[in-house]
């Protein structure tokens, strides 16, 4: 597995007895690794409502549209610059 991620064995030892944590961008690696999205590494399945996809499909366009408000935002006010 630490091959495939590109992290070193120790880390992954680290990783996996608690020493250290890894980091969101390792995380992503891992869900590649395991063909999963990343919060499906931390989400507590038996804690997660039925529909728990769909709010979370929800809160990602709702991410998606503020982030672009904020990029159309921060253009149009260095333009005027």
Do not use: C
């Amino acid at each position: 597995m630490a091959e495939k991620i590109n992290i070193s064995i120790n880390f992954l030892s680290d990783i996996e007895t608690g020493k250290k944590w890894a980091s969101p961008i390792t995380m992503v690696k891992f869900a590649n690794a395991f063909n999963i999205k990343a919060y499906e590494l931390l989400k507590p399945s038996d804690l997660l409502p039925d529909n728990y996809y769909s709010v979370i499909e929800k809160f990602t366009e709702d991410v998606h549209s503020a982030v672009e408000q904020i990029r159309t935002t921060f253009l149009e006010n260095s333009d005027s610059k």
